[in-house]
Structures are given as structure tokens and as C-alpha cells.
């Protein structure tokens, strides 16, 4: 017997999320913060991992570091929060949780591909609503499209990737007020937009803010929480895998959060690096750039696959997006070295 036998139509049709060889490269394909941790502050995370017990399975979904996160992110009192192996975890649980034959999961299209891969695996009905021409969002089209289609589920990326719009903070409360089910605002780039909806979750009871400490600088230890009213939380919590976050994971976790004005400093550097980005790519000829509240840049070019090999020859990796983006890059905004790297080779690339 042969998989397309036995394996579900929707899988076959899918293809896994692509994740390109980065060895040797300039790597700016994946919106991580590119500055390591000083030194000494690596000794010291090292002594506290070598302290764990691998032995042991890990506490689920650990009480301590769940308030340590609440307390180190504001997370508004009363509120409960849910860990995960990153937020793509949290979309799946989020996605199978609420799979009900026939119900549908929007969101506006082109945005994080995992809102629609998590559709066809959970079997959720895709309802993508295309943005405007420019990446912004079209909230009448969106609400109108809501009462048409009735979701149990709505994700709305706090800025948007990959165009990195932070769409108006009126737009997204007609969405959530409006909403039939519950709507997720992912917000994974929230400390380099410096908006947020967290406060609003006591207003809000249909509101979950979902995040991940990846962009933060922390993209190798794997971890997203969810937070949200109570009675929301511990719904999901029964789909949760019962040990889905180490114990390698909840060690460094609690040690970075002890230490998290290190992040914040390394996350107000890259703020200051897009900036001077922004302005060298907007003076550049043959090339659109987007304006961003998260740490990439959407570059629009006279032809994506070309400038993209382009690049690679010279070592840079970016992100060739996919064809509803015609003729887009993504480029992490990296280390004023790295940026400089980028805008050279651009110039050979376009």
C-alpha cells in the first residue's frame, strides 16, 4: 500500500513548510534578531541548563513560568495563559479545538501561510479575504465577508506577515466586535511594532493574543503562549500535548525573562537598524519597499526569482515569497554589517 492510497487528499495537495540551507550564508530569510547573547550571560544560562533534569518529563504547562510571562508581559489580571512549542503550536491546538464539521477559519490573505495550512490538516473551511492592493487591510470587505461566512475562527497577524502592515487599531476592534467566534491576534512582532491588544482581552472575552518569544531572540528554545479569559484557555488546554514544552525550554525561558532588558535592548537596536534599512532601500532604484512595524522589509522587484538567485551567488539569503506576492523578497532586518551586506548585493541583484 502507497501513501496516496491512505493519506487524506488535503495532506497530499500540501507541501511541507520550506525552510532553506542557510550554511555560510547572510542569513535574512527568517525574521530572527540576529545578535547573540553576551558572554557572560551565555556562561550563566549555561550553568543553569546544566543543572536540569533530563530524566525527568517536564512540568506541564509549567505553573511558574506561566506567571513569570504574565508578570514580564503585562498580561492583564484574571487573564490565563497556555504555553506551546512555538505559536505554530498554539495554531494547531487552536485550529483542531475549534474544527467543528464545517467550520470556517478566516483570515486576510497574503498573511502567515500556517493560518491555512492548519485549515486543511484540522479540516477547517480556508476563508482567505484578499487586502487591498497596497497590503492594507479592507476592514468593510472583512466584516462583510465575517456575516457571510459565520467563523469559529479569525486570525488577524498584529503587524501582518510577510507585508509587515500594523493594520489600524479601530480596523481590528470592528473585527473582534463584530466576530461570530474568536478572534486570535498574533502578535509576534509586537516589540518592534510597540502595539498591542493585551490590555484589551478584560474588554474582550471573544479575544485570544497570541505571541512567541522567537523574534524576541529566542527563536532556538521553541516557545509561544496564548493568553486569554479562563474559560477559553481551559478548553484549549485539553487538546494541548500533555509535555509540549521541555524542560531544556521552560530552563533558558526563565532565565532569559529574568534577564529580559538584555532582549529589549538588542530588539531597540534593530528597531534603529530599520530605520537607516528603510531609508537606503527607498532611495534605491527598481525596487518598492513596504513600510514595516515588524523586523523585515517586503521589497517589491522587477523579477523575485532572479534577484533572489542573485543573492544567494553573493551569499545573502532572503525570502522569495510565494506567487500571490508577485515578484516580493522578504529581508530580515539584520546587524548594521548584515544590512550593509544586503544593500550592496541588491545592487548587483536588481
Known amino acids: 500500500m502507497t501513501p496516496d492510497k491512505l493519506v487524506r487528499p488535503e495532506v497530499l495537495a500540501m507541501s511541507a513548510y520550506p525552510v532553506a540551507d542557510a550554511a555560510g550564508m547572510v542569513k535574512l530569510d527568517a525574521m530572527e534578531n540576529p545578535y547573540p547573547l553576551p558572554a557572560a550571560l551565555q556562561r550563566q544560562l549555561a550553568e543553569r541548563l546544566a543543572s536540569v533534569a533530563l530524566n525527568r518529563y517536564p512540568e506541564p504547562n ?9 508578570r514580564k508581559m503585562r498580561v492583564p489580571a484574571g487573564m490565563a495563559l497556555l504555553l506551546g512549542n512555538g505559536s505554530d503550536d498554539l495554531i494547531q491546538i487552536l ?9 470556517a477559519l478566516m483570515y486576510p490573505s497574503p498573511t502567515f501561510v500556517m493560518y ?12 482567505p479575504v484578499p487586502l487591498r492592493e497596497d497590503f492594507s487591510f479592507d476592514a468593510d470587505a472583512f466584516v ?20 509587515g502592515v500594523l493594520y489600524p487599531e479601530a480596523d481590528v476592534l470592528r473585527v473582534i466586535e463584530a466576530a461570530p467566534g474568536v478572534v486570535v491576534l498574533d502578535e509576534a512582532y509586537h516589540v518592534f511594532a510597540g502595539r498591542t491588544f493585551m490590555d484589551h482581552l478584560p474588554r ?22 496564548l493568553a486569554g479569559a479562563p474559560e477559553w484557555i481551559g478548553e484549549l488546554n485539553k487538546v494541548r500535548q500533555v ?22 535592548a538588542q530588539a531597540a537596536e534593530i528597531r534603529a537598524e530599520r530605520a537607516k534599512l528603510h531609508g537606503a532601500l527607498s532611495a ?12 523585515f522589509f517586503l521589497l517589491r522587484v522587477p523579477d523575485a526569482a532572479r534577484s533572489y538567485q542573485a543573492l544567494a551567488r553573493q551569499g545573502v539569503l532572503v525570502r522569495n515569497l510565494h506567487p500571490g506576492l508577485a515578484n516580493c523578497l522578504r529581508v530580515t532586518v539584520g546587524t548594521p554589517d548584515e544590512n550593509r551586506i544586503l544593500l550592496n548585493a541588491l545592487k548587483e541583484a536588481l
Open 284 to 295: 534605491m532604484q527598481g525596487l518598492t519597499v513596504f513600510p514595516s512595524a515588524a523586523n
Open 116 to 127: 491555512g495550512m492548519n485549515a486543511a490538516i484540522s479540516r477547517m473551511r480556508a476563508v
Open 204 to 225: 474582550h472575552r471573544n479575544l485570544l493574543v497570541l505571541r512567541t518569544v522567537s523574534k524576541l531572540g529566542l527563536a532556538g528554545i521553541r516557545l509561544g503562549y
Open 95 to 103: 485550529t483542531l479545538a475549534l474544527a467543528r464539521p464545517g467550520a
Open 243 to 264: 509535555y509540549n514544552v521541555n524542560v531544556l525550554t521552560q530552563a533558558a525561558a526563565t532565565f532569559m525573562l529574568e534577564h529580559l532588558e538584555v532582549l529589549e
Open 144 to 163: 462583510a465577508r465575517m456575516r457571510e461566512e459565520q467563523p469559529a475562527l479569525v486570525f488577524l497577524a498584529y503587524p501582518n506577515n510577510p507585508t
Open 62 to 70: 509549567p505553573r511558574a513560568l506561566r506567571e513569570l510571562i504574565m
